[in-house]
């Protein structure tokens, strides 16, 4: 040890009488605890350093990288998805998916109000769109379709028709027509209206009479669905569709 270094460690020359041995070992002993301060303040600096990185999900192990999910700042959260869809048609392909989608979203809700339906038809039910020139009462259907169902221990038929604007709901949102078919066979329609967001009408009808021909045995008094039910169901498609 050199005599300036000698003289940083101990400072002034102490006076005499003084015993110096005594003074080098407490300023040894002051380094050497210093030494230790310093090592100690280091790991917790790299331990310090370790949260943050773990926190940020930037800190890596070996091969093993540590993500943390990124959430997004309060306020802005990403809009639900929009699950409707548009009445289009304009050209064949358009209005195939659109029918397509009208049977999806009307199975749907028939199924939500009657768990327990069964379409008697091996391809459920069916939605077609009406082109300009058919048969029919083509003025007041876009689309229609259905199918004959079992509800229980009750059957009958179950449709659906979309039409153009102009031609409103009817004044009440239920009504049931009653009459006379073949002699004494008697149908029950029970019809629910509801006006589309885009100004078209949706109607749910359901009947007791089924099947093609209809039935010529007795039938049953009543359609296979309540009042309620059909409405709930018209109001079910209604929602899917957007303007």
């Known amino acids: 040890m050199t005599q300036q270094l000698f003289d940083d460690v101990i ?6 009488g003084v015993d110096v041995d005594r003074i080098i070992r407490r300023e040894r002993r002051g380094a050497a605890a210093r030494r230790l301060a310093g090592v100690s303040t280091g790991a917790l600096a790299l ?8 926190g940020s999900g930037a800190w890596t192990g070996g091969q093993t990288v540590v993500a943390v999910p990124v959430t ?8 639900a998805p929009v699950t409707g869809f548009r009445l289009v048609y ?10 397509q989608r009208l049977a ?33 009462d083509i003025a007041q259907t876009l689309f229609s379709g259905g199918g004959d ?17 102009g031609v409103g709901p009817s004044r009440r949102p239920v009504e049931t027509e009653r009459r006379t078919i073949d002699g004494d066979l008697e149908q029950v329609l029970t019809t629910a209206s509801v006006q589309l967001a885009d100004g078209r009408t949706l109607r749910v009808y359901a ?10 045995g007795p ?12 409405q709930a169901i018209a109001q079910a498609v209604a929602a899917k569709v957007i303007a």
């Open 207 to 216: 009947s007791n009479l089924y099947g093609d021909p209809i039935p010529t």
């Open 11 to 16: 400072g002034e020359v102490p006076a005499p």
């Open 149 to 165: 169902l079992s509800v229980g221990q009750r059957l009958g038929h179950l449709h659906l028709q979309v039409a153009p604007i």
């Open 47 to 54: 331990l310090a350093a370790g949260a943050v990185a773990l």
């Open 104 to 136: 999806e979203e009307f199975d749907k809700a028939v199924l939500a109000v009657v768990p327990d339906r069964v379409w008697m038809a091996d391809g459920g039910v069916l939605v077609r769109f009406k082109a300009k020139g058919e048969t029919g």
């Open 72 to 79: 997004a700042a309060p306020g802005t959260a990403d809009p």
């Open 219 to 230: 039938v049953q008094s009543e359609p296979p669905l309540t009042a309620d039910q059909l």
């Open 90 to 99: 304009g050209t064949p392909e358009e209005a195939a998916a659109t029918a």
